[in-house]
């Protein structure tokens, strides 16, 4: 069975792309969270936490935090 | 290689460690008359304390082993299991899964898949979890009892019997408050071990800068420091870890486990549930460096006594080989202590959860309609027992198969972990997704990724298919097949959905 992946040429494209994708999906990720509609998130009604006790602004944190680490090191 | 004869001062750390889990969890028995007290705490569980048992119910022992070996034959790209592999579907989890478990009331996932889809599919998940969870605990046994025969010369059986004793003592009582608050105590313990070991180990290589001038000058090692490998890599390639790891395995896990899931369901609020998903995730980001760091370290220090791993190189002998050599007196005490904390909060997560799993969707449903809340109880506790038990014989076939713990793992995640997540996606998604369409899928699913996993054996292909290869086509034909058979099949009514999928929210109140 042939790998499921292009060979050659495209092999430097594809190891340039690797740090991208895995950054991008982080990044799609903490837009996610960010942009999520509150109703969709919030059935416990309650009022708004301050920043420090919100998890959306933790969460968000912790993929930045994703995204750095695979542009640096990817 | 000798056993350790360990300093009285390490034999007291080890001995006031295991004494103070005992009666911590005998403490937290106490009040459990129910069974939703034995099986989901009560739902009284704090977001910190459901965080903390999150990391360490997926970090045990089979980790510590299991990693340290492979970042010895693979590098940091050990790292993605943690980073693409558990804080992005960690983060999935707690933003967009966890609602729907939460709200529809559920105990356990095969019970969301029964009422999504039918009877069939939750059963035959609920056995397939038991049958892993059974599994799992044979690697768990496997690999602790590898670490105390290097470190104490404690015979297999020996190391089993001990792990089976504690742990059943308290998880048998105490149900899953005994489980979370005892991992906290793991979690601490294991995480001072793991830097422990890390501090000491770079110390002995001369720092980071020691540790990959070692590392770099072998002639085999010229992609241990890559985080994503090059896309022809052996068992890594970086698509793959994005696809199989990062879209599958990572997602199935951390969505579709009940041992994960479970302890979100025991949290007091959806909030909360929330908020200790996001603190296992931010734990996630350190952890990772200090399970993959002592392998390298053995690379660094001991690559002439270890070898070039080959067909039949033992990673498990990773681990055990820096603790023995690089810790003193006292710090191997705290060390041996982490390495137990692991053992037992893996095994009296995966018990407490096989537990649960058989009761909720085999016992009640279909053996004893009519059983009493306290008839279940007692059943939960007696097979928590059982489980031990079973677990504890199903070890030994497992040490003498595989040579690779951690692969082992991986080899049953695959089997199934793709068709559930595709089941679960397309259940929570879409009201089109019907009985039949699930059945099929979740069939087709698994019987791919077995085919694609014996490539090697039954096809001749050479080296087989990367078993993060297996996950993503199992998943993707789980995929098609659901949307294919359910186009031409009838779906539930949208009232039996409300509350079980995105677009048809419950109408009355949420289930307390």
């Known amino acids: 069975m042939s790998p499921p992946w292009p060979t050659l040429p495209a092999q430097g494209l594809l190891a340039s792309l690797g740090p991208a994708a895995f950054a991008g999906v982080f990044l799609l990720t903490a837009l996610a969270i960010l942009l999520l509609p509150r109703r969709l998130l919030d059935h416990d009604r309650g009022a708004t936490p301050p920043w420090w006790r919100n998890v959306r602004f933790w969460a968000v944190a912790i993929c930045v935090v994703q995204v750095l680490v695979y542009l640096v090191f990817g | 290689m000798s056993s350790l004869r360990l300093h009285p001062v390490d034999i007291a750390i080890v001995a006031s460690y295991l004494v103070a889990m005992v009666l911590l969890g005998l403490y937290l028995s106490r009040g459990i008359r129910s069974s939703r007290d034995f099986f989901l705490a009560g739902k009284s569980l704090p977001w910190w304390a459901a965080g903390m048992s999150l990391v360490v119910s997926d970090i045990g022992a089979k980790d510590m082993v299991g990693i340290a070996g492979d970042a010895y034959r693979h590098g940091i790209v050990m790292m993605n299991y943690d980073f693409i592999g558990c804080i992005f579907p960690v983060l999935l989890a707690a933003f967009l899964f966890m609602p729907f478990f939460w709200l529809a009331g559920v105990t356990t996932v095969p019970e969301y898949l029964g009422r999504r889809y039918n009877q069939s599919v939750r059963t035959f998940f609920a056995a397939i979890w038991v049958a892993f969870m059974a599994a799992t605990l044979g690697t768990i046994f496997v690999s602790a009892a590898a670490m105390f025969e290097v470190l104490l010369g404690w015979s297999f059986w020996f190391s089993v019997g001990i792990c ?130 002592p392998g390298l370290i053995a690379l660094a220090l001991f690559h002439d006594q270890l070898g070039q791993p080959g067909e039949h190189w033992d990673g498990n002998r990773v681990l055990p080989l820096v603790v023995a050599h690089l810790l003193p007196t006292g710090v191997l005490g705290i060390v041996i202590g982490a390495f137990l904390a692991g053992v037992l909060s893996n095994l009296e997560s995966y018990v407490n959860s096989a537990s649960t799993l058989l009761v909720t969707d085999v016992y009640r449903p279909f053996l004893r309609p009519h059983a009493t809340d306290r008839e279940c109880l007692r059943v939960g506790r007696w097979l928590v027992g059982a489980l031990l038990v079973g677990g504890g014989v199903l070890s030994y076939p497992i040490k003498t198969r595989f040579g690779s713990v951690f692969e082992a793992f991986q080899t049953f995640l695959t089997f199934f972990q ?90 009355g109140p949420p289930p307390p």
């Not at chain 2, 001749?460 to 998943?475: D, E, K, R």
Request: charged residues 10%.
């Open chain 2, 418 to 507: 793709g068709p559930l997540l595709a089941l679960l996606l397309l259940g929570m998604l879409t009201r089109r997704a019907t009985p039949w369409g699930g059945m099929v899928g979740m069939l087709a699913g698994v019987a791919t990724a077995v085919l694609l996993n014996a490539a090697e054996a039954w096809f001749g292909v050479p080296g087989g298919v990367p078993f993060l290869w297996s996950a993503w086509w199992s998943f993707v034909t789980a995929l098609v097949v659901v949307l294919l058979v359910s186009a031409v099949t009838r779906p539930h009514p949208d009232e039996r959905l409300r509350g079980l999928v995105c677009w048809l929210p419950l109408t």
């Open chain 2, 164 to 293: 089976v004793l504690v742990v059943g003592v308290y998880t048998t009582l105490g149900g899953l408050k005994a489980v979370v608050f005892t991992e906290v105590l793991s979690c601490i313990v294991l995480t001072l071990g793991a830097a422990l070991i890390c501090i000491m180990g770079l110390r002995a290589t001369g720092g980071v800068a020691g540790l990959r001038a070692s590392i770099e000058s072998l002639d085999w090692t010229r992609h241990h420091f890559d985080l994503l490998p090059p896309a022809d890599h052996a068992v890594y390639p970086w698509p793959a870890v994005l696809l199989g790891l990062g879209f599958v395995l990572g997602p199935a896990y951390w969505i579709g486990n009940q041992a994960i899931v479970q302890r979100s369901l025991g949290t007091r609020s959806q909030s909360a549930a929330r908020a200790s998903y996001v603190c296992c995730a931010a734990i996630k980001l350190v952890f990772p460096l200090l399970l993959v760091l």
